[in-house]
């Protein structure tokens, strides 16, 4: 028993409905928001919280300008984790090998090609 074309359209057309709907709702759940094209205003990296910051984004270059300085070389920008889990996107840090896969008081997630800056909310 074939099934006709008009069928088969229609039951892969509810099929590619579906899964759109379950990802959607999916970030929208893990965005807190329905905007799941915006940055979402908190986020959780290495069993912490993070809030989003006033800061604007920034790049890549940015980052390391305004922050290597204080820095120098014993801290270097990371990937720690990612963000919706599992098939997020990257989230990271300064790290060093004293607090390598710790959490800092500023993650950034990559929205992009720019960094957006969260701070750490309250304590652990």
């Known amino acids: 028993m074939s099934l006709s074309h008009p069928r088969t359209s229609k039951i892969v057309a509810v099929s590619l409905v579906a899964v759109v709907a379950v990802a959607y709702l ?3 759940s893990a965005f807190r928001s329905a905007n799941v094209f915006a940055p979402p205003e908190r986020m959780t990296s290495l ?6 910051s006033n800061f604007p984004p920034l790049s890549r270059e ?6 290597s300085q204080g820095h120098g070389t ?16 990257p989230v990271c840090q300064w790290q060093n090998d004293d607090i390598r896969g710790q959490a800092t008081s500023t993650a950034y997630l990559e929205w992009g090609d720019k960094y957006i800056s969260y701070q ?3 304590a652990p």
């Open 26 to 28: 999916y970030f929208a």
């Open 47 to 52: 069993g912490r919280t993070y809030l989003i």
């Open 62 to 67: 940015e980052l390391e300008q305004r922050y």
């Open 74 to 89: 014993s801290y270097t920008f990371e990937r720690v984790s990612s963000f919706p889990i599992p098939l997020g996107l």
């Open 120 to 122: 750490l909310s309250g």
